[in-house]
């Protein structure tokens, strides 16, 4: 990985108030990811432990470590999806994906993330599929949103 983008990052952000957060959210727009192997970098710069970066990464479901798949699958999770069958969904789309959550399928098309809250408590369950919200989704509607995807992608 190249470290000039990073460093960029770092600069712009080293003299900056409470600058860990920006900086990761800059990072991760720029990478599409917080890899591992900056974290020493960012650590050094803002004069913290690379265990205070990394609690910081790991305690924020919005970080990614590693790449996100090409669609970005997030089901709702709040109280109202919930008493609606959100966790069956979610069961079933980890069953049908063959990943959990803040995971990835294996051929890199998908990535399952919880989610809390989409504003459609009246039409719940819900989830967003990139940047498209879709609601009252049973798993039937949630197989033919995935093979919509998938032929997408052919």
């Known amino acids: 990985m190249a470290r000039q983008p990073i460093d960029d990052l770092i600069d712009r952000h080293r003299e900056r108030p409470g600058a860990l957060l920006p900086l990761l959210h800059d990072v991760q727009a720029r990478l599409g990811c917080i890899p591992d192997a900056v974290v020493p970098a960012i650590a050094r710069a803002l004069r913290l432990s690379r265990a205070e970066v990394h609690g910081v990464v790991t305690f924020y479901h919005?970080?990614?470590?590693?790449p996100?798949?090409?669609h970005?699958?997030?089901?709702?999770?709040a109280e109202s999806c919930l008493s609606?069958?959100?966790?069956?969904l979610r069961e079933h789309a980890q069953q049908r994906l063959g990943c959990g959550l803040h995971e990835s399928t294996g051929d890199?098309?998908?990535t399952l993330e919880p989610v809390y809250c989409l504003g459609q408590c009246a039409a719940s369950p819900a989830l967003m599929v990139d940047d498209d919200v879709h609601a009252r989704i049973t798993p039937a509607r949630f197989d033919q949103l995935l093979a919509s995807l998938r032929e997408e992608g052919k």
Not at 62 to 66: C, G, K
Not at 72 to 77: F, G, H
Not at 84 to 88: L, N
Request: charged fraction near 20%; include cysteine.
């Open 68 to 70: 996100a798949g090409r």
């Open 108 to 110: 890199g098309a998908f």
């Open 62 to 66: 919005h970080f990614r470590r590693a």
């Open 84 to 88: 609606m069958g959100a966790t069956a």
């Open 72 to 77: 970005v699958i997030r089901l709702c999770q």
